[in-house]
Each structure stands twice: as C-alpha cells, then as structure tokens.
C-alpha cells in the first residue's frame, strides 16, 4: 500500500493548474447515458471518475479516456443495462446520480445504494420524493431501490425542502426527457448544477431559470454533445489553504474566480493578499496566518463545507483562536483525531470546532479518514516541522487529480514509498539512532526523492 511521505516546514511557492471539478464530472457522467455521444473535456483523473466509468461500461455504453489530454468519449449507442449493482455502487459514493439518468433512458433503474459514509447518513428521500412526483414507482429494498415508469415520466412542480446538490442533479436530468414541463424550486445553485445545466443544454435539453425556479421542459431526445468540466473550486480552495498554511506565494490558473467568492474572504481575514486576474490567483501568506473569527458551513453561494477541512488545517498554526461550525454534514471532523497527532489544539463540541492556534506542529503517521479529511492531513504535514507519512490514500484518490505531482510543482516535498519501508526505516532509525530530518524514519531521504 502506498504511503505519502511529506518533508513540511518549507513554504510553497510556483504556479499550478486546477483541474476539472470532481463534483462537476459526475452528474454529467450520469447525464451522458442520455446523448448517442459525449466528449469530455478537462476530465481529471480520479478513482471517483474511474468508478462512474465502470457503471458506464457495466451498462453498455463503450467509454475511452485519452488520459494525456484528460478528454473522456462516451458512446451509448449499445447501452442496454439499467441496473447498477452494489459491487459497482459501493464503489462511489455517489453512484445514486444514476438513478435520474437510468429512469429518463430506460423508464426503470435497479440501483444499490452504499450505506452512509463516513460524513454521516447519506439520506435520499429528497431525490425519491421528487421522481415519484414524476410517476416513478420505487420500491426501496434493503440495499438498493427498484424503480419504474408507466410509460414516460411526467412533468411536475418540485419544491425541495432543502437545497440538495445530489437531488436537485438527478430531478434535472430525468426531467430533461420527461413529457411536460418540470419546475424546480427551492434547488440547490451550486456551480456544479450550472455545469450539469449547460452540459444537457448543449445536448437539446431546454433548461431555464425563471422567477427564481429551474424550468425543464421536456424534448424527445438529446444529441451528441461536445463538452468542457468546469474548474474544481475545492481543488483550488484546497491548494491556496497549502500555501496559507505553509506562509508560502502561489499562482493557480484555471480557476473561476466568482465560484471562489465565499472561500476568498477567509484567506484575506487570515492575513493572506490575494491577487486576481481573469482565471488566475496568486495568495501572498505571512509568516503567522491570523485566526478565523467564527466560519459556519451552508449550501452555495455561503462557504463550501467542502473546503472546511482544508482550512481548518491552514488555521492550526494561527496565532490564536479559529472557530469552525458545520451546517451541512452531520460530521465533517473525523480528521481532528490525527490533527492533534501533530499537537493541533482542537476542542470539538458537536458541530463546532474551536482551533487555539500552536507555535509548531510536529510531524507524525497519518491515516486520511474521507476525501476533504485527507487533503487537510497533507496540508498539516506541509506545514509541520519535519518528515510525516499519510495512508490510506484512495480517499484522496477520490478527488484530487495526481495531487503529489501539483504540491512538488509547488515547490512541495513530497515522495509516495511503500508503508513496510516505514517499517524498516524505523528500526533501522532507532538502532543507528538517526533522529534528524536527514532521515524520515530511517530512510535515507536521498534514497526515497523522485520515487513517486
Ligand atoms: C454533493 O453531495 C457533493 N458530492 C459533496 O461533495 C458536497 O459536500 C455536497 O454536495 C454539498 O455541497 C458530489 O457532488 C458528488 P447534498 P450530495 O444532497 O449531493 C441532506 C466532496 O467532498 N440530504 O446536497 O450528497 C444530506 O444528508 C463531497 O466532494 C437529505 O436530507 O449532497 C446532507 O446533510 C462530499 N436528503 C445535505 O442534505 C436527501 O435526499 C447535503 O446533501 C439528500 C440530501
């Protein structure tokens, strides 16, 4: 299994690219089964997007990634399969972005569903509450739903009690070829549903904002569509926080600066000086990032519960008290444990966290605990003084494209090693006694650069 070594301490400074957003590729994924054809432009790779290729493929369609260009085809024309199985479904966890997809296709879905993940229940009553309201019949079984459609579905007048990303995405994409018209109220208004909406528009879909509701009037079908993943803001949010954290100056190009505009605020009340220019921001740190007054967590345009962990890590060597409340997720704080590994100071009530900022962080043996949880983890160790190793890497795997090639562009050191060379490094470190940063747990660090 491999590990993430990290040499912290060292600031980071360069210029990266942000890749195409995980949470933008998904939905249009699903939404594709709906085209004859799709490209895919700006596809990162992630297991996540690997996982919602193999639903693809299990379902007929034929899908081909060339990986260099990151531009994914998906052909549908021999799609014939409208159940995704728990073997496939519990590989990501939001494979329920299927179901709207599968319903519009076929007019049926058989579909596992994960259990909860480790954020917390993952409801979705929301999402089954609305198709019914389009004439699905789902019969929810343990483990999975077994869906169908009299006919097609039907047009109706949706309101969501709360803005759910996941539900608003499946309602769009079913409604897309239902008979009628179709509006949605109360839905979320993440960049990512704006995304989904200019995929299905460029595909025939008729999809319009009016009066504060999504109308979706149905058409009969959708084209071949030719398309381009929007900028993943979490990825950017995750990358500045580095460099806050690390009191380094760094330039991300490619991004979309007004999907940024809740997270900027938090950099600039840390000390940070922020400059922007078209699709590019370049975050100056100071040496001692100031504390964050009080950050709650809401559905967009307030601040990303996505991006919560990574800042958070930005602000354990703050000079004094950060306070971090989450509003979306029951619990987003599975990572603090490994925080206070490294002598973090974090005092967790519920669902508020209170940071008191410390002189140092020392580093440690990480385990990443979920996607956002683990991004928070390598931040920490950039910062910490000395050499950490993070497992249990497939979280971060999920939803950051090749994250260890963009952090050594940032001047980063960080080098992946198998976890038994940690092993041996560490009896050989204590029989030779090495204790210094010239070798990270005995292993000589010169043997261990460029391994990645
Ligand atoms: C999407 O998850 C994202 N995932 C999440 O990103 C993101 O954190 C979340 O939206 C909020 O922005 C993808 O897009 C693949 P929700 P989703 O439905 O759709 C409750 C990451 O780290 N709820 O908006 O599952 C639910 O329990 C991931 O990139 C219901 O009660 O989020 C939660 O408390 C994590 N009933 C809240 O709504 C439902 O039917 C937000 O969920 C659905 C949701």
Redesign the pocket.
Same mark, same amino acid.
Do not use: C, M
């Given at each position: 299994m491999n590990v993430m070594a990290i040499e912290g301490g060292l600031p980071l400074y360069g210029e990266a690219e942000v890749h195409g957003a995980?949470?933008a590729v #998904?939905p249009v994924l699903s939404a594709a089964l709906l085209c004859p054809k799709a490209t895919i432009r700006s596809c990162p790779l992630l297991s996540d997007v690997w996982a919602a290729r193999r639903i693809l493929e299990h379902l007929g369609c034929k899908v081909s990634m060339a990986d260099s260009e990151r531009i994914l085809q998906i052909n549908t024309s021999s799609a014939n399969g409208y159940g995704v199985p728990e073997s496939l479904a519990g590989e990501m966890r939001?494979s329920i972005?299927f179901l709207g997809a599968l319903l519009a296709r076929w007019g049926k879905a058989h579909i596992a569903l994960p259990g909860g993940c480790r954020?917390?229940?993952?409801?979705?009553? #929301?999402?089954i509450n609305g198709l019914r309201q389009m004439g699905v019949r789902i019969i929810e079984q343990e483990g999975g739903l077994i869906c169908s459609v009299d006919g097609t579905l039907k047009g109706a007048d949706i309101c969501l009690r709360?803005?759910?990303?996941?539900?608003t995405e499946n309602l769009l994409i079913a409604a897309s070829l239902a008979k009628g018209i179709t509006t949605l109220r109360g839905m979320?208004v993440?960049p990512?549903i704006d995304g989904l909406i200019d995929f299905l528009n460029r595909a025939g879909a008729r999809i319009y904002r009016k009066e504060g509701c999504l109308c979706i009037e149905g058409v009969e079908f959708l084209h071949e569509v030719d398309y381009t993943i929007i900028p993943d803001r979490?990825e950017a949010a995750t990358y500045l926080s580095a460099a806050a954290a690390t009191g380094g100056e760094i330039t991300l190009k490619k991004v979309c600066l007004p999907h940024l505009d809740a997270v900027l605020p938090v950099f600039e009340e840390m000390g940070c000086t922020l400059k922007t220019k078209q699709d590019e921001i370049s975050l100056s740190a100071p040496k001692r990032l100031s504390p964050i007054h009080s950050l709650s967590t809401a559905?967009y345009p307030r601040f990303?519960?996505?991006a919560l962990a990574p800042v958070m890590a930005a602000s354990l060597l703050a000079d004094g008290a950060s306070r971090f409340e989450e509003l979306?997720?029951?619990s987003r704080y599975l990572h603090v444990n490994q925080f206070e590994k490294m002598g973090a100071n974090v005092h967790m009530e519920g669902r508020t966290a209170l940071v008191n900022g410390v002189a140092f962080l020392r580093s440690a043996r990480l385990h990443c605990t979920d996607?956002?949880g683990g991004a928070a983890l390598v931040i920490a160790a950039l910062a910490a003084k000395g050499v950490s190793f993070i497992d249990e890497l497939q979280h971060i795997y999920r939803?950051y494209d090749d994250m260890p090639a963009v952090i050594r562009q940032l001047g980063g050191k960080v080098w992946m090693i198998s976890s038994g060379s940690i092993e041996t490094g560490e009896k050989e470190r204590k029989k030779e006694g090495f204790s210094n940063l010239g070798y990270a747990a005995g292993i000589p660090l010169a043997q261990t650069q460029g391994v990645l």
């Open positions: 995980k949470n #998904l939001s972005i954020l917390g229940p993952r409801p979705i009553d #929301l999402h709360y803005p759910s990303v996941g539900a979320a993440e990512e979490i559905p990303p519960t996505d979306v997720f029951q996607l956002r939803g």
